[in-house]
Antibody, heavy 121, light 107 residues
Framework: EVHLVESGGGLVQPGGSLRLSCAASGFTFSNYWMTWVRQAPGKGLEWVANIKKHENEKYYVDSVKGRFTISRDNAKNSLHLQMNYLRAEDTAVYYC??????????????WGQGTLVTVSS | DIQMTQSPSSLSASVGDRVTITCRASQSVISYLSWYQQKPGKAPKLLIFAASSLHYGVPSRFDGSGSGTDFTLTISSLQPEDFATYFCQQSYSTPWTFGQGTKVEVK
């Protein structure tokens, strides 16, 4: 069974940093793209970043480019999101998700339970 | 960026009703379209991928259709566990984008 467990969330001041982690199990981690999606309180879902299987390509939503870095450690089956220069608008539950593919298309078939990041002074 | 617009934003329905949610993309996403269900305090769950393919374990009362810019999620006979918020999402181009969500409430 696929299992994704996020950690690292918490309260941080504006301008601060936080590193989120996602521990993966139940599948061959290195065979899948991985994704971070966030959800501000009471709001909809926002895709944040993707990373390909072997870290050779990464993609970000414009609002986090230059501030967030997605990375992975295939030997440790872990996904990370380094978040710097945090802003109040980054406050959200952050989910890691597995991106499976079929018919050349990607879709998010497994999600973690989420970790809450609160940016406030 | 491709904008995804869902309608309606919310709807009230009864158990047994047929429910239809639409999702429109600002440009063609071919069939690179997924649907997710989310219940309060929980992570989203995949229902449909590639516009019309049912994810493993999802009941057959859920059906997806459409291509290009217009897509539909239909629940043929609403069950008590289906009261939730539904999101569409395109993966045709980055940034991947979600619709704003449709909340299905008890009538």
């Amino acid at each position: 069974e696929v299992h994704l467990v996020e950690s690292g969330g918490g309260l941080v001041q504006p301008g601060g940093s936080l590193r989120l982690s996602c521990a993966a199990s139940g599948f061959t981690f290195s065979n899948y793209w991985m994704t971070w999606v966030r959800q501000a309180p009471g709001k909809g879902l926002e895709w944040v970043a993707n990373i390909k299987k072997h870290e050779n390509e990464k993609y970000y939503v414009d609002s986090v480019k230059g501030r967030f870095t997605i990375s992975r450690d295939n030997a440790k089956n872990s996904l990370h999101l380094q978040m710097n220069y945090l802003r109040a608008e980054d406050t959200a539950v952050y989910y890691c998700a597995r991106a499976d593919t079929r018919y050349v298309q990607y879709y998010l078939d497994s999600w973690g339970q989420g970790t809450l990041v609160t940016v406030s002074s | 960026d491709i904008q995804m617009t869902q309608s309606p934003s919310s709807l009230s329905a009864s158990v047994g009703d047929r429910v239809t949610i639409t999702c429109r993309a600002s440009q063609s996403v071919i069939s690179y379209l997924s649907w997710y269900q989310q219940k309060p305090g929980k992570a989203p769950k995949l229902l449909i991928f590639a516009a019309s393919s049912l994810h493993y374990g999802v009941p057959s009362r859920f059906d997806g259709s459409g291509s290009g810019t217009d897509f539909t999620l239909t629940i043929s006979s609403l069950q008590p566990e289906d009261f939730a918020t539904y999101f569409c999402q395109q993966s045709y181009s980055t940034p991947w984008t979600f619709g704003q969500g449709t909340k299905v409430e008890v009538k």
